[in-house]
């Protein structure tokens, strides 16, 4: 299974973004993907988790993005988003997309830079 994450960019400060992470590959492996999440990295910081959300559509945010980012998915087009709002210049960071297979199996995209100015 391969991530292609997109809609990276530079924004000011209050603007919006929107990322797109679209799997392809195996049917099999990606209907058995059980959940779906977005992952930022800063500079100089670690990773973290921003969204994530399951194959039925509940999501779950970072306190840091509550209110101004959503998560969504299209099952149909193998697709998942991230609408950012109100963007912040903390919010600057590569931003990965991530699919849960299970414990042992999951796939990582390449990352898009998300870069906001103040």
């Known amino acids: 299974v391969q991530l292609q994450a997109s809609g990276g960019g530079l924004v000011q400060a209050g603007g919006s973004l929107r990322l797109s992470c679209a799997a392809s590959?195996?049917?099999?492996?990606?209907?058995?993907?059980?959940?779906m999440r977005w992952y930022r990295q800063a500079p100089g910081k670690e990773r973290e988790l921003v969204a994530r959300?399951?194959?039925?559509?509940?999501?779950n945010y970072a306190d840091s993005v509550k209110g101004r980012f959503t998560i969504s998915r299209d099952n149909a087009k193998n697709t998942v988003y991230l609408q950012m709002n109100t963007l912040k210049p903390e919010d600057t960071a590569v931003y990965y997309c991530?699919?849960?297979?299970?414990?042992?199996?999951?796939?990582w995209g390449q990352g898009t830079q998300v870069t906001v100015s103040s």
């Open positions: 991530f699919a849960l297979r299970d414990v042992l199996r999951n796939y």
């Open positions: 959300i399951t194959p039925g559509g509940i999501t």
């Open positions: 590959g195996s049917i099999s492996i990606i209907s058995s993907i059980s959940e």
